[in-house]
C-alpha cells in the first residue's frame, strides 16, 4: 500500500531565504508524485509533478522538487520565499494512474518580514 | 472550460438531515473522487469512480453514498448528517493513465449541527 509522510507539520521562515519542505513516500511500484499548494480557504492547486522524465521537477512559481528513488523522498525547495508563499503544502502519490491518490497530511508554511 | 464545479459552497445541517453535494465536470474526465479534509489530516478519499456507472468506496465511505450516471456530475450524498461530517469536501478528476493530475473544485464547507 502506498503511503506519504510530510515531517514538519509547520514550517517557518523569513522571507527571502529557501524554503524545505520535506515528503518520503511509500509505494510498491513506479510511482506518480506531486504537490499540491492550498491558500487559506481555496481550493488546491497543483505545483509540480513527477513523470520519471527527469528527477528534477520544476514547477510554478520558482518551486523545484527532486526525486530521489533511493530515499524514497520528493523535496519541495525554493531558493527564495516570498510572502505570497505561506500556504498548506500537500504531498501526494498515486500508483494507480488515477484511481488512487493518497494525500500526505500537509505543510503550513509561514512567511515572516 | 469552467473546470470542476462544486455546490453548494458552504451547507449548515441538522444532525440526521440529508443532503445532496453536487460535483460537476467540463473535461471530459473518466476519473472523479470525493475527499474530506480535516484539519491535520490532509484529504481523505471517499469514493472515486473510473467512468460513469462504475463506483468503488475510498478510505471513508461510511455514511456516504455516490453515483455516476453520467461522465460529467458525481454527486455526493450525506444519507443521515453527523457532527463527525463537519468538514469541508472536495471533488477532484483527473484523466487518467500516465501521470496525470488531478483538479479540484473549490470546496463545499459543510457544518452539521
Known amino acids: 500500500a502506498q503511503s506519504v509522510t510530510q515531517l514538519d507539520s509547520h514550517v517557518s521562515v523569513s522571507e527571502g531565504t529557501p524554503v524545505l519542505l520535506r515528503c518520503n513516500y511509500s509505494?510498491?511500484?513506479?510511482?506518480?508524485l506531486f504537490w499540491y499548494v492550498q491558500h487559506p480557504n481555496k481550493g488546491l492547486q497543483l505545483l509540480l509533478k513527477?513523470?520519471?522524465?527527469?528527477?528534477l521537477v520544476k514547477g510554478i512559481n520558482g518551486f523545484e522538487a527532486e526525486f530521489k528513488k533511493s530515499e524514497t523522498s520528493f523535496h519541495l525547495t525554493k531558493p527564495s520565499a516570498h510572502m505570497s508563499d505561506a500556504a498548506e503544502y500537500f504531498c501526494?502519490?498515486?500508483?494507480?494512474?488515477?484511481?488512487?491518490?493518497?494525500f500526505g497530511p500537509g505543510t503550513r508554511l509561514s512567511v515572516l518580514p | 472550460n469552467a473546470g470542476v464545479t462544486q455546490t453548494p459552497k458552504f451547507q449548515v445541517l441538522k444532525t440526521g438531515q440529508s443532503m445532496t453535494l453536487q460535483c460537476a465536470q467540463d473535461?471530459?474526465?473518466?476519473?472523479m473522487s470525493w475527499y474530506r479534509q480535516d484539519p491535520g489530516m490532509g484529504l481523505r478519499l471517499i469514493h472515486y469512480?473510473?467512468?460513469?456507472?462504475?463506483?468503488d468506496q475510498g478510505e471513508v465511505p461510511n455514511g456516504y453514498n455516490v453515483s455516476r450516471s453520467t461522465t460529467e456530475d458525481f454527486p455526493l450524498r450525506l444519507l443521515s448528517a453527523a457532527p463527525s461530517q463537519t468538514s469541508v469536501y472536495f471533488c477532484?478528476?483527473?484523466?487518467?493513465?500516465?501521470?496525470?493530475?488531478?483538479?479540484f473544485g473549490p470546496g463545499t464547507r459543510l457544518t452539521v449541527l
Open positions: 501526494v502519490v498515486s500508483e494507480d494512474y488515477g484511481q488512487n491518490f493518497v
Open positions: 513527477y513523470t520519471s522524465a527527469a528527477t
Open positions: 509505494s510498491s511500484y513506479s510511482p506518480s
Open positions: 477532484a478528476s483527473c484523466s487518467g493513465g500516465g501521470y496525470n493530475e488531478q483538479f
Open positions: 473535461m471530459n474526465h473518466e476519473y
Open positions: 469512480s473510473v467512468g460513469a456507472g462504475i463506483t
